[in-house]
Every structure is written in C-alpha cells, then in structure tokens.
C-alpha cells in the first residue's frame, strides 16, 4: 500500500485548484439511474469512491461511458437496470453506495443493497433512510445483511412508491438524497422536515429539477417533492469541494504561507472561514470562486462544535485539531454528529500533540477526513513524517500529493515495494 512521506516546515505559497465536491458527485451520478436517458455529469473529482460509483451502476446494467478511469466527466445511461442490487463486496468498500437505494425504489421498484455496517467512526445506521421508503409503501426486509426493498403493484399505477409526510428524527445528508430520488418519480407529494441543508444536497435538487422533478423548499428543512411519471437525461457540473478548499485552508492558515484556493464556492464555506478568522488566519475572499489565506504572526485557541450545514461540518473536524494544536491556548472540539470520531487524536499524540479525549477512543484510523489531517499535521511538523496506508486520502482527494507539491510543500508518494 502507498505511503506518503512529508518533510515540515515549509511554508505553502502559490494556487492551488479545488476539485469537484466527492459527496454532490455520488448522489448525482446515482441519480442517473432515474432515468433511461443519457446522463452527463462534468467535474466528477478523480477519487476512488467515484470509480467505485461507477463500477456499481455499471453492475446495475447502466451503460457508463468516461474518456479514462478515474474521469472527470461520466456519461451514463441506464435503459434498463437489470440487477437492481449492490453488493456486499461493493457496498463495504464504499458506504455511499446506500445511494442507489432510492432510485431503484424509485424506478424498478425493488432492491436488492447490503447494509453498510459499522465504520470506524460510528455505528452509522441507515434506519432512517428505511423507515422513510417503508411510509412511502416499500416492503422492506433486512436478511444476510442485505436490505430487501420492493414495492407491490398497485394497479394501474405500477409499482410505484407513493408520497408521503416524513420527518426525520435526526437530520442525515444521504437520507435526505435517497428520499429526495425516490419521491421524485413517487405517486403523489412528500413533504421531508428536518431535511440536510448541506449544498450536496441542494445540488441534487438543482440536478433532479433538470432532469424534470418538481422540488421546492432547496436550502431549508422542509422539502416537497411533486412525484413525476418519468424524468428525463440532463448534464450536470458538480459544485466544488468545500472540505477540499477547508483543508487547504487550514494547510494555509498553519503553515504561515500564502495560499490562493480557486474553483472553490467561498458561499459553502462561512462557518470554516469564520472560524478559521477567529483563530488569526488572514482570509480573504478574492472573488466569487477564490479565497486567498495568509497564516498568522500568532494562531490563537477557539472552541469548535461540529454541526450539521451551516455548522461547522464534521468532516473538518480533524484538519480543524491540527490547527488548534498550533494555536495558543485551548481549544475545546467536541464532535456531535458521529460518536467515534477522535481516532486522529491519538496519532497527533504520537506526533507530539497534547490532546487530551474523553469518550472512546478507537486504535485504527480509517476515516479520510482524519488522514487529511495527519497530512497537515505533517506539514508543520518538525522533521519528517511517514504517513502509512494513505488508502483513505486516495479516496477523496484527487491529486493531493501533487497540489501541495506545486505550493511549496515537500510532499512524496512513496510507491508501495519503494
Ligand atoms: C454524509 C457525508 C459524510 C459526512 C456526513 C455528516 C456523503 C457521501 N457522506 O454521510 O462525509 O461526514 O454526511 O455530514 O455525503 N444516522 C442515523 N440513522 C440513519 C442515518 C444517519 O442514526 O438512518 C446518524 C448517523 O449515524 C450520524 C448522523 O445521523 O450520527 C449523521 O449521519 P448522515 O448525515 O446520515 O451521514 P452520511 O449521509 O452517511
């Protein structure tokens, strides 16, 4: 497996561009499914994720067409969807394939996905998720962890899902998109409170509307979804990453350089910024796609609550604790959208942080957002650093060695068997 060797210190100075967001890329391209007609999707980030997206609609029997793998531009058409289902070998590598669960409901009527399971930050639960199709008339069924979806024909109209008020017990990003696809070809209106607001989400809305669906409500909680009959093909350019252009933020901010982020959406990113202001970054917003940030003569401690859109998104979180042990003072983080996700922490104590946790704490870090974080720990770092099993950053950073590579960072891959 790769590794990632960082020599710190260096200050990061130059442009650095943001690839397309990786959790607005899976919802969308899943959304293709709705559909027989031709899909175009531009500005997919070139991770792993997105080729294993691929990989399972093309399972699924969905024609996907792209000029190379990983792409930045899939064309998908799925005419017929012959294996409604994703499997266990699929869905463990990637949990966000529970997004085709939705618009296969939604255009077959049955599927066949396993369950996700536990992941090193949390249980993770897709109940929600079930208990919305289930009141939207799915018979659904859990056996040899898989969930068994179907709905039965109801006469004339097919087996359709059909609308329905739902509201959500706890606000969840890929339950709002999953219930957003199936009630788009439901019977009838569902109404969705305490839907996500995150701009993943409103890009979807933004997607399914030109693909025909009637959606209102995008940015609120409260979302109403017309049911259509069929929805049509449509091309899509995903919105930038805002947990890409957050962590060269904070890589900015903490390594005292001068850093200009492009192709960003400096609207999705008002609680980072701020935050990262509060802690002494300079941050300026250079025009409706830049930011530029400039570190601190002196970072200073501010406490952070992770919280869902437009809190302080959890996937910051890690980047977010190297920066406060840079800062002067304490800083107190507390996470509330997952319930184990301190495992960077541990691996910032290693590398000489005084971190202190209350709660959990798990020996394997196998989230990407934490591996984002021990490269920026890296950074500053005095000395070397050997980052191992960089599997995880793979998946959600497209090109990360070579972007703060071209800033200044003295950053290597090193190729497994090197
Ligand atoms: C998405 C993001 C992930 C981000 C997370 C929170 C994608 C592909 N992934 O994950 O990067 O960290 O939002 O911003 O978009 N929950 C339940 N029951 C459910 C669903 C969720 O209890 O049926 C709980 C979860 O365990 C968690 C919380 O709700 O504690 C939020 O999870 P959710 O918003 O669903 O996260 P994901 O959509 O999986």
């Given at each position: 497996?790769?590794?990632?060797?960082?020599?710190?210190?260096?200050?990061?100075?130059?442009?650095?561009?943001?690839?397309?967001?990786?959790?607005?890329?899976?919802?969308?391209?899943?959304?293709?499914?709705?559909?027989?007609?031709?899909?175009?999707?531009?500005?997919?980030?070139?991770?792993?994720?997105?080729?294993?997206?691929?990989?399972?609609?093309?399972?699924?029997?969905?024609?996907?067409?792209?000029?190379?793998?990983?792409?930045?531009?899939?064309?998908?058409?799925?005419?017929?969807?012959?294996?409604?289902?994703?499997?266990?070998?699929?869905?463990?590598?990637?949990?966000?394939?529970?997004?085709?669960?939705?618009?296969?409901?939604?255009?077959?009527?049955?599927?066949?996905?396993?369950?996700?399971?536990?992941?090193?930050?949390?249980?993770r639960p897709v109940d929600l998720h079930?208990?919305a199709?289930?009141?939207?008339?799915?018979?659904?069924?859990?056996?040899?962890?898989?969930?068994?979806?179907?709905?039965?024909?109801?006469?004339?109209?097919?087996?359709?899902?059909?609308?329905?008020?739902?509201?959500f017990e706890k606000i969840t990003v890929t339950g709002t998109e999953n219930i957003?696809?199936?009630?788009?070809?439901?019977?009838?209106?569902?109404?969705?409170?305490n839907a996500a607001?995150?701009?993943?989400v409103?890009?979807?809305?933004?997607?399914?509307?030109?693909?025909?669906?009637?959606?209102?409500?995008?940015?609120?909680?409260?979302?109403?979804?017309?049911?259509?009959?069929?929805?049509?093909?449509?091309?899509?350019?995903?919105?930038?990453?805002?947990?890409?252009?957050?962590?060269?933020?904070?890589?900015?901010?903490?390594?005292?350089?001068?850093?200009?982020?492009?192709?960003?959406?400096?609207?999705?990113?008002?609680?980072?910024?701020?935050?990262?202001?509060?802690?002494?970054?300079?941050?300026?917003?250079?025009?409706?796609?830049?930011?530029?940030?400039?570190?601190?003569?002196?970072?200073?401690?501010?406490?952070?609550?992770?919280?869902e859109?437009?809190?302080?998104?959890?996937?910051?979180?890690?980047?977010?604790?190297?920066?406060?042990?840079?800062?002067?003072?304490?800083?107190?983080?507390?996470?509330?959208i997952?319930?184990?996700?301190?495992?960077?922490?541990?691996?910032?104590?290693?590398?000489?942080?005084?971190?202190?946790?209350?709660?959990?704490?798990?020996?394997?870090?196998?989230?990407?957002?934490?591996?984002?974080?021990?490269?920026?720990?890296?950074?500053?770092?005095?000395?070397?650093?050997?980052?191992?099993?960089?599997?995880?950053?793979?998946?959600?950073?497209?090109?990360?060695?070579?972007?703060?590579?071209?800033?200044?960072?003295?950053?290597?891959?090193?190729?497994?068997?090197?």
């Open positions: 497996m790769d590794k990632f060797l960082i020599k710190g210190g260096k200050e990061l100075r130059g442009t650095v561009a943001v690839s397309g967001a990786k959790n607005s890329a899976l919802p969308v391209m899943a959304a293709a499914l709705l559909t027989a007609d031709k899909v175009v999707v531009r500005n997919v980030p070139k991770v792993r994720d997105l080729v294993t997206m691929s990989k399972l609609l093309a399972f699924m029997d969905a024609k996907v067409t792209a000029n190379a793998i990983p792409a930045s531009d899939y064309e998908i058409q799925a005419p017929r969807l012959n294996h409604a289902e994703a499997s266990y070998e699929l869905v463990k590598t990637m949990r966000a394939s529970i997004l085709t669960l939705g618009p296969l409901m939604a255009r077959v009527g049955a599927a066949r996905v396993s369950l996700p399971g536990g992941c090193a930050i949390g249980a079930l208990k199709l289930e009141q939207m008339g799915a018979e659904i069924a859990t056996s040899h962890g898989y969930i068994e979806a179907k709905v039965h024909g109801n006469g004339s109209r097919g087996r359709r899902l059909r609308g329905a008020h739902i509201v957003l696809m199936a009630a788009a070809l439901a019977d009838g209106e569902t109404v969705l409170e607001r995150e701009p993943e409103t890009d979807l809305i933004v997607m399914l509307r030109k693909m025909g669906a009637e959606i209102c409500g995008d940015g609120t909680s409260t979302l109403r979804i017309h049911g259509v009959k069929e929805l049509h093909g449509t091309e899509h350019t995903v919105i930038p990453d805002r947990i890409e252009a957050g962590t060269f933020l904070v890589a900015g901010a903490i390594t005292g350089g001068d850093l200009t982020i492009t192709n960003c959406e400096p609207k999705h990113l008002g609680a980072v910024i701020a935050k990262l202001q509060q802690a002494g970054a300079r941050i300026d917003i250079v025009d409706a796609t830049t930011i530029r940030v400039r570190g601190a003569e002196k970072l200073v401690a501010a406490d952070v609550t992770t919280e859109y437009p809190g302080f998104a959890t996937d910051m979180q890690a980047q977010y604790m190297v920066l406060a042990t840079q800062a002067e003072g304490t800083s107190l983080i507390t996470e509330t997952f319930e184990n996700r301190f495992m960077h922490a541990s691996e910032m104590m290693r590398m000489g942080a005084n971190i202190s946790i209350e709660g959990h704490t798990a020996t394997v870090p196998s989230d990407l957002r934490a591996s984002a974080g021990l490269v920026l720990a890296g950074l500053v770092a005095t000395g070397e650093t050997l980052i191992d099993r960089v599997y995880h950053i793979d998946r959600g950073y497209e090109g990360i060695v070579e972007k703060l590579k071209a800033v200044g960072a003295d950053i290597e891959r090193v190729h497994a068997g090197t």
